[in-house]
């Protein structure tokens, strides 16, 4: 690092994906300052869940078990509040359900795991501004001693739907604005023992009804009208109560809030993910209605995406425009995730003619394969990053499988192989082409871990190369030529690895 910057990248946001950011960055080799506004994490929880690919991606950083301890899982959830379950348990994944992990806990684990790799953590430091120019950013800071001035080689902008970094870049976020209201409290009720469970709509709307422990409750009404209030307003308990009573009959004696908030089903995404050296994660980046519990999962994904890439920018060995694959990788996705929860909406409307429509989605996630569909996609493990390479392997593009492998040291699994956070290169059939890419490409060889093993799982496998977030960069059949094999993968070792 040069003395003019202050470290390599600013990461403006502490909320999840900031933090993974962060940890993913360190373990990229760069340096990072992590610059959030609030004084201690909340104590509410927004996001309660955790789907298969958000597992899949800890589990490829030796997280997973953290976040397994002491939490519940379960095979279900739920797809517009229909009474078909969508069934997790369908996946083709090594972690085939959901896990109930409040957003308070994942924020905390994942901060402990920002700050044991090293991660600059700063809180009571809220980002003003921010400018840009051919060789950093400057970002304006104002904490508990004055206003001050960082300088970083790049900035992320991890600062939720409102993200002022979007803002100061001049990127734009369109999309539909809201709608439907959606009031929640977490409170204790009276008449706990009338408490509906799950999502229940009426000719009014909707209320979504869980116990959150032997006192609490998470209540959520779904209003289909916009919002009549200021989005910086507060939501008040007699609200929340007035729309029970008005969606549901009675407010079940809620009482005693311990947090209300009020969003709307506004849905939005960043139309660019990068400009320059700022570059956009999260919240920050797409938002949309809490329906499928996918928003947090999301952003994790987009910082497994960007924390590599961004790092080899920042080493110096990046391949010409990898760090724009970030954009167009996680564009598309998001894109998804928006469109399946205004689908999600159009299905919650309380209009009595959308009840056949309901009854006929209902019908279909009867069938497996159509259920696994639904599954595939609030789960993240639909998401591939298609090479666009004619007669690519079909592998490639999609997340690694997390392999059993015997090595000459033992046993092993793709995913432990994956810790380090480098890219992995499996020679499955000592195919001699293997051996000739790399030998063509030594500065990308030496980025890669090769590892020599036997797979059970896939023997007609002569190799497979895995990018450090998991997925595939080339794949080969046992039957492959070796000259094809050498050009192949040596393509994608400098595709993805460098050549310098
Ligand atoms: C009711 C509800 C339920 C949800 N349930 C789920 C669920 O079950 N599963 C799921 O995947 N998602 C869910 N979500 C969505 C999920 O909560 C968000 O997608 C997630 O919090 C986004 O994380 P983030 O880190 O991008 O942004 P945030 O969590 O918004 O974090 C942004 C951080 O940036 C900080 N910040 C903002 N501006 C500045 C500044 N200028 N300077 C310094 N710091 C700043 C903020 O203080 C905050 O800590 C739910 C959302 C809601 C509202």
Redesign the pocket.
């Known amino acids: 690092m040069t003395e003019n910057y202050d470290t390599d990248v600013v990461v403006?946001?502490?909320?999840?994906?900031?933090?993974m950011l962060a940890a993913e960055l360190r373990l990229a080799g760069a340096a990072v300052i992590l610059?959030?506004?609030?004084p201690e994490r909340?104590p509410h929880s927004?996001?309660?869940?955790?789907?298969a690919r958000?597992l899949e991606s800890l589990d490829r950083r030796g997280l997973v078990e953290r976040f397994r301890d002491g939490a519940r899982t379960w095979n279900n959830g739920h797809f517009a509040g229909l009474d078909v379950w969508v069934d997790f348990s369908l996946l083709d994944s090594s972690h085939g359900y959901a896990l109930l992990s409040e957003?308070a806990r994942t924020?905390e684990l994942l901060e402990a795991h920002a700050v044991e790799a090293g991660a600059d953590i700063r809180r009571r430091?809220?980002?003003?501004g921010l400018t840009q120019d051919a060789e950093g950013v400057t970002v304006s800071?104002a904490g508990p001693d004055g206003p001050y001035l960082l300088r970083a080689r790049y900035a992320v902008g991890?600062?939720?739907?409102?993200?002022?970094?979007r803002k100061a870049a001049g990127i734009g976020f369109p999309g539909t604005g809201g709608r439907v209201t959606?009031r929640?409290g977490d409170v204790r009720l009276a008449d706990r023992d009338k408490a509906p469970m799950g999502m229940e709509r009426t000719e009014r709307g909707l209320l979504f009804c869980v116990p959150l422990d032997d006192r609490y409750h998470r209540v959520?009404t779904f209003d289909f009208t916009p919002p009549d209030k200021a989005p910086d307003e507060a939501l008040t308990l007699e609200e929340l109560t007035a729309s029970m009573r008005q969606i549901w009959g009675t407010d079940l004696g809620a009482h005693d809030a311990r947090w209300l908030?009020w969003?709307t089903d506004s849905a939005r995404q960043a139309d660019r993910y990068r400009e320059g050296r700022v570059l956009l994660?999260?919240?920050?980046a797409h938002?949309h209605f809490?329906v499928?519990?996918?928003?947090?999962?999301?952003?994790l994904q987009d910082a497994f995406n960007l924390g590599w890439k961004l790092g080899a920018e920042i080493a110096g060995w990046a391949p010409a425009g990898l760090l724009d694959t970030y954009d167009a990788e996680r564009r598309p996705p998001a894109r998804q995730v928006l469109q399946n929860t205004r689908g999600q909406i159009a299905l919650m409307n309380p209009d009595p003619d959308v009840t056949p429509l309901r009854e006929l989605v209902e019908n279909l996630m009867r069938i497996d394969d159509a259920n696994r569909v639904i599954a595939e996609m609030l789960s993240g493990v639909a998401v591939r990053y298609e090479p666009g390479i004619e007669g690519a392997h079909p592998l490639v593009g999609g997340f690694g499988r997390d392999l059993t492998l015997q090595t000459g040291d033992g046993e092993t699994r793709v995913a432990e192989l994956l810790r380090a956070g480098t890219g992995v290169l499996l020679d499955l059939a000592d195919n001699p082409g293997v051996r000739a890419a790399l030998a063509d490409c030594p500065g990308a060889a030496g980025r890669v871990r090769h590892v020599t093993a036997k797979s059970k799982e896939e023997p007609d496998l002569a190799g497979q190369l895995i990018r450090p977030d998991g997925y595939t960069a080339w794949a080969a059949d046992r039957n492959t030529h070796p000259d094809r094999v050498r050009t192949e993968l040596g393509t994608a070792l400098r595709s993805w690895f460098g050549d310098n």
Do not use: W
């Open positions: 403006v946001g502490g909320g999840p994906v900031g933090t610059l959030e506004r609030l909340s927004k996001a309660f869940g955790l789907h958000s957003q924020e430091q809220t980002v003003t800071v991890c600062d939720g739907g409102a993200s002022l970094v959606a929640l959520a908030s969003f994660a999260g919240d920050a938002i809490p499928g519990g996918q928003g947090l999962n999301l952003g």
